[in-house]
């Protein structure tokens, strides 16, 4: 009975979550929030939004709005005296594995969170379930991270954690109506590149078929966020995240529900807006969208290729996300197949089908023989070759030999503009942003080593494969970590660019190499 009482108890401090979810910090804290970003109080804009207040937000409030304009009144010390903040795990520790394989395995526990508990005035959204954060400044949960991190727990055996993930991912998207960027208030105008089909793909192959059908209501919901709008558009025309590229055809794009700084990188935003003399509100949603993309940021968003200030994201129908769209439908398609509903399967297996054949049609670059993005305002493919174009060999189920073909095509477009001594390069460009050359990215890497792969391209696949491992082993053993990046291009230089240090950890770098040391070995 106790028990029963606890759960009970339980459930109940998440269903108020429902009514009334976490205020953001720039509504709980107002002016503070604005003065403390503004004034760089911290080195790092996630900082404060991530503090936990010591007592009532609105005390803390009134108490500043009274002394901040007093003799010797110091912002960082009333922050301090006010706030709990947040703290760094030492990943690093005492004990440094000799074997990285071993080290990963260890570092699941460091990297776990157990079910959180409701803060008032605290950013975070508390999930039921335990999870694994990717570390270092991210102290929360990332939806597309995730997935990557999965491969590595699968790996490990860890069924039961990938389970437990999954349905907070279900939890989110009943509650907030999709999965946010990561369970932070700050997060919930965003998502990220829709992985969740592919997690209960991965969840499925360990608990069989049964697991489409727990998770179908919510793979349904969010199909209907990515969606939303849809019925109303006109051709040319774009409402949130769907665009009406002809008179039958409506694909996705990246988006931010909120035309605002981002919370976490204030005052970033805020400079970046005021150098580029463009609309304030426009450049905050494209910046917001590029997060909204996990690439944040890269010269395949800018209309010059080199600067953050011509970042155009919200007119591109990106490569990447209708090939997770075109997933999400097949598995949806697969899920009412298994229910028994036929007439729902065959309806989500035609929009997987027009879905392909738009992406075929708008982002297929005959020129560069390569998947590449499509500017819906200009009407033309664009030029830029970046592992985005590897989605459509990971995913489609249609035409394997014609897949095939393409992939032949594109392997040599991958060999001469992104393939580095340690790996492939986010894009072919070096502007100082972190999702472009000189940098290598775990997740980045894996669907480029899966789409060659499973599209007959072997030898290159394994050889990205090869140098990737041996780029992550190396690092390791010289510094006893696992990095959120790597430099691929010069192997003894640390990765670097955007608006912060580079982190440790590190969620999916684990996940893909234990996956990747699985199929391939380690490097000789």
């Known amino acids: 009975m106790k028990k029963l009482i606890l759960c009970l108890l339980i459930s109940w401090q998440f269903v108020c979550t429902i009514a009334q979810p976490p205020a953001t910090p720039d509504k709980i804290y107002g002016a503070l929030f604005r003065d403390v970003q503004l004034s760089k109080v911290f080195a790092d804009g996630k900082t404060f939004v991530d503090c936990v207040p010591k007592r009532n937000p609105k005390n803390i409030v009134a ?123 700050y997060y919930l105008s965003r998502s990220q590149p829709p992985f969740f089909a592919l997690m209960v793909e991965l969840l499925a192959d360990i608990k069989g078929d049964s697991t489409y059908l727990t998770f179908m209501p919510a793979l349904e919901k969010e199909y209907e966020f990515w969606m939303e709008g849809s019925a109303k558009l006109k051709t040319g025309q774009a409402i949130k995240r769907v665009v009406k590229v002809n008179d039958s055809t409506v694909m996705n794009r990246y988006w931010d529900d909120y035309p605002f700084p981002r919370q976490e990188s204030y005052k970033e935003d805020v400079e970046t807006a005021q150098k580029s003399g463009r609309d304030k509100k426009e450049m905050y949603t494209n910046l917001r969208a590029g997060a909204e993309s996990g690439i944040d940021f890269s010269s395949r968003w800018f209309r010059d290729k080199k600067n953050l200030t011509t970042i155009s994201v919200t007119d591109k129908v990106p490569v990447d996300l209708n090939s997770l769209l075109y997933a999400l439908e097949n598995v949806l398609a697969k899920a009412k197949f298994i229910a028994h509903d036929n007439t729902a399967s065959a309806d989500y297996t035609r929009k997987a089908e027009r879905r392909r054949i738009a992406i075929d049609k708008y982002c297929w670059n005959k020129n560069l023989k390569y998947y590449t993005d499509y500017n819906f305002r200009t009407r033309k493919v664009t030029d830029i070759v970046t592992p985005a174009g590897m989605y459509p060999f990971c995913v489609f189920t249609k035409q394997l030999d014609y897949m095939s073909l393409l992939a032949r095509q594109a392997a040599e477009q991958v060999k001469t503009k992104l393939l580095q001594p340690g790996g492939i390069t986010a894009s072919p460009f070096t502007t100082g942003q972190q999702w472009d050359a000189p940098n290598g990215w775990a997740p980045l890497e894996w669907m480029t080593i899966w789409g060659l792969d499973r599209c007959g391209q072997r030898e ?51 996940g893909v190499l234990l996956a990747l040391i699985n199929k391939y070995g380690m490097p000789k």
């Open 63 to 185: 108490d500043y709005n009274q002394q901040k304009g007093t003799a010797k009144f110091d912002l960082k010390q009333f922050v301090e005296n006010n706030f709990e903040l947040p703290q760094t795990p030492q990943l690093n520790y005492i004990t440094k594995e000799k074997d990285v394989v071993t080290h990963i395995r260890n570092l699941w526990g460091v990297l776990r969170r157990d079910p959180d508990t409701i803060v008032i005035g605290s950013s975070l959204l508390a999930l039921p379930n335990p999870y694994i954060v990717p570390g270092g400044r991210f102290r929360e949960v990332y939806y597309w991270d995730s997935y990557f991190t999965m491969l590595g727990l699968l790996a490990s055996g860890e069924g039961e954690m990938i389970e437990n993930m999954v349905k907070n991912f279900a939890w989110m998207i009943d509650i907030y109506g999709h999965i946010p960027n990561g369970n932070r208030s």
């Open 460 to 510: 290159l696949a394994r050889d990205i494969a090869e140098r990737w491992v041996k780029l992550n082993v190396d690092v390791f053993k010289r510094t006893g970590k696992l990095m959120e990046k790597y430099n691929v291009v010069d192997l003894n230089l640390e990765a670097g660019g955007g608006e912060y240090p580079s982190q440790d950890g590190f969620g999916w770098t684990n």
